[in-house]
Protein backbone atom coordinates (compact mmCIF):
# COMPACT_ATOMS: atom_id res chain seq x y z
CA UNK A 1 0.00 0.00 0.00
CA UNK A 2 1.34 3.58 -0.81
CA UNK A 3 2.12 5.38 2.98
CA UNK A 4 -0.44 8.58 1.86
CA UNK A 5 -3.39 6.07 1.04
CA UNK A 6 -5.90 5.15 2.71
CA UNK A 7 -4.92 4.34 5.88
CA UNK A 8 -7.44 1.47 7.42
CA UNK A 9 -5.78 -1.26 8.90
CA UNK A 10 -7.72 -3.68 6.62
CA UNK A 11 -8.76 -3.26 3.21
CA UNK A 12 -12.17 -4.20 2.00
CA UNK A 13 -12.98 -5.48 -1.75
CA UNK A 14 -13.42 -2.32 -2.93
CA UNK A 15 -10.36 -0.33 -1.61
CA UNK A 16 -8.80 1.34 -4.91
CA UNK A 17 -5.53 1.97 -2.99
CA UNK A 18 -3.47 -1.26 -2.74
CA UNK A 19 -3.77 -1.61 -7.05
CA UNK A 20 -3.76 2.26 -7.39
CA UNK A 21 -0.28 3.26 -9.83
CA UNK A 22 -0.46 6.44 -9.33
CA UNK A 23 2.29 8.36 -7.37
CA UNK A 24 1.66 9.08 -3.79
CA UNK A 25 1.86 12.89 -4.23
CA UNK A 26 -1.72 12.56 -6.14
CA UNK A 27 -3.04 10.88 -3.22
CA UNK A 28 -4.08 14.16 -1.35
CA UNK A 29 -6.45 15.32 -4.53
CA UNK A 30 -7.83 11.27 -5.03
CA UNK A 31 -11.69 11.58 -5.21
CA UNK A 32 -11.76 8.20 -3.86
CA UNK A 33 -10.36 9.01 -0.69
CA UNK A 34 -12.39 10.63 3.06
CA UNK A 35 -11.59 11.95 6.31
CA UNK A 36 -12.36 8.77 8.69
CA UNK A 37 -12.31 10.45 12.28
CA UNK A 38 -10.42 7.91 14.48
CA UNK A 39 -12.59 8.96 17.26
CA UNK A 40 -16.33 9.43 15.71
CA UNK A 41 -17.77 13.04 15.87
CA UNK A 42 -21.04 12.22 18.02
CA UNK A 43 -18.72 10.32 20.06
CA UNK A 44 -16.25 12.83 21.31
CA UNK A 45 -18.43 15.96 21.14
CA UNK A 46 -20.99 14.24 23.07
CA UNK A 47 -19.29 11.44 24.94
CA UNK A 48 -16.21 12.96 25.41
CA UNK A 49 -16.79 16.43 25.55
CA UNK A 50 -14.21 17.25 23.15
CA UNK A 51 -14.31 20.04 20.75
CA UNK A 52 -14.01 19.88 16.55
CA UNK A 53 -10.40 20.67 16.98
CA UNK A 54 -9.13 17.88 19.32
CA UNK A 55 -11.18 15.35 17.21
CA UNK A 56 -9.40 16.27 14.23
CA UNK A 57 -6.04 15.80 15.55
CA UNK A 58 -7.97 11.80 15.47
CA UNK A 59 -8.52 11.42 11.83
CA UNK A 60 -6.33 9.59 9.09
CA UNK A 61 -7.38 8.76 4.98
CA UNK A 62 -9.03 6.25 3.90
CA UNK A 63 -10.87 5.59 1.08
CA UNK A 64 -14.52 5.45 0.77
CA UNK A 65 -14.93 2.33 0.86
CA UNK A 66 -13.03 1.15 3.92
CA UNK A 67 -14.38 4.31 5.16
CA UNK A 68 -18.03 3.20 5.12
CA UNK A 69 -17.32 -1.11 6.11
CA UNK A 70 -15.24 0.53 9.29
CA UNK A 71 -18.27 2.72 10.37
CA UNK A 72 -21.00 1.39 10.00
CA UNK A 73 -22.20 0.95 13.82
CA UNK A 74 -21.27 4.55 15.16
CA UNK A 75 -24.63 5.39 15.87
CA UNK A 76 -25.44 2.08 18.04
CA UNK A 77 -22.34 2.75 19.72
CA UNK A 78 -22.98 6.31 20.62
CA UNK A 79 -26.59 4.98 21.59
CA UNK A 80 -24.96 3.02 24.30
CA UNK A 81 -22.20 4.83 25.70
CA UNK A 82 -24.90 7.62 26.08
CA UNK A 83 -27.04 6.08 27.99
CA UNK A 84 -23.85 4.38 30.09
CA UNK A 85 -22.79 7.95 30.55
CA UNK A 86 -26.09 9.02 31.46
CA UNK A 87 -25.79 6.51 34.22
CA UNK A 88 -22.46 7.58 35.17
CA UNK A 89 -19.85 5.36 33.33
CA UNK A 90 -16.74 8.05 32.35
CA UNK A 91 -15.25 7.58 29.13
CA UNK A 92 -11.97 8.01 27.78
CA UNK A 93 -10.18 8.65 24.62
CA UNK A 94 -8.11 5.67 25.20
CA UNK A 95 -11.74 3.65 25.55
CA UNK A 96 -12.94 5.22 22.35
CA UNK A 97 -9.44 4.21 20.25
CA UNK A 98 -9.49 0.62 21.94
CA UNK A 99 -13.26 0.08 21.17
CA UNK A 100 -11.63 1.25 17.15
CA UNK A 101 -8.80 -0.99 17.30
CA UNK A 102 -11.43 -4.25 18.64
CA UNK A 103 -13.74 -3.27 15.57
CA UNK A 104 -16.81 -2.25 17.78
CA UNK A 105 -18.06 0.02 14.48
CA UNK A 106 -17.71 -2.23 11.81
CA UNK A 107 -19.66 -5.24 11.14
CA UNK A 108 -18.64 -8.59 11.88
Known amino acids: MKEQGCASPEHVAGCPC ?4 KPPKE ?8 EQHVIPRCIGKKVL ?3 NGAI ?5 S ?3 ACHKANDPLVPERFTEM ?5 SGVIFTIQDVLTMRE ?3 FKKH
Open 27 to 34: CPKCPELT
Open 82 to 86: MKLKR
Open 56 to 60: DKYKQ
Open 49 to 51: GMS
Open 102 to 104: NGA
Open 62 to 64: ESK
Open 18 to 21: PRCK
